[in-house]
């Protein structure tokens, strides 16, 4: 719904940032603070954006070259040059979800009140993802339970609505 309000021909650049302050850049090109969102949580760019990027992206050897010319980390070069070459600075919404997030995947009450109306998750520790959640699925198969949490936000999808009457009544009916 969030993302929909968005007009794709204007330029966005939406995340979650990464830290609780701006990137403190000193050196030149463009020797000031910027946000960076965090990749792990997603990001969203628009078309515009995309469009805009492209000088600097057109290869992956192109993008990985100035991250390491800039020694930065992947999201931290993307917001560098969306913030310093572009002048597209990060639309914060705290919807988007990494697995920086310890806390948010270790309270359940919170995380359960709040899943249907969260944009992205992102988890890929052992220990930084929703434990309490059923498992709908073989561990093998759904070790940090994606598939299990797809399902409770699509309880429509057949395949959903079978292993949630799986679960709930340890049946294969």
């Known amino acids: 719904e969030y993302l ?29 603070p910027f946000w960076f969102a965090t990749l792990g949580a997603g990001v969203c760019l628009s078309k515009h954006s995309i469009s805009l990027l492209e000088p600097y992206t057109q290869s992956v050897s192109a993008f990985i070259d100035g991250c390491i010319n800039e020694n930065y980390h992947d999201d931290i ?11 597209i600075s990060l639309t914060q919404n705290s919807h988007f979800h990494s697995h920086l997030e310890k806390s948010f995947y270790h309270d359940k009450q919170t995380f359960l009140r709040t ?7 992102g988890f890929s520790r052992p ?9 709908l699925y073989q ?3 759904d070790p940090y339970r994606i598939r299990t949490l797809h399902c409770l ?5 057949k395949e959903c609505e079978r292993k949630i009457q799986q679960h709930l009544f340890n049946s294969t009916k």
């Open 4 to 32: 929909s309000t968005l007009d794709s021909n204007q330029p966005y650049y939406v995340g979650r940032a990464s830290w609780s302050d701006t990137i403190k850049r000193s050196k030149e090109p463009f020797p000031y």
């Open 77 to 87: 070069y993307l917001g560098f040059l969306l913030n310093g070459y572009l002048n």
């Open 115 to 121: 899943f249907k109306n969260e944009i992205t998750f």
């Open 127 to 135: 220990d930084r993802y929703p434990h309490f959640l059923p498992q």
């Open 139 to 141: 561990s093998n198969l």
């Open 153 to 157: 936000l699509n309880t429509q999808l």
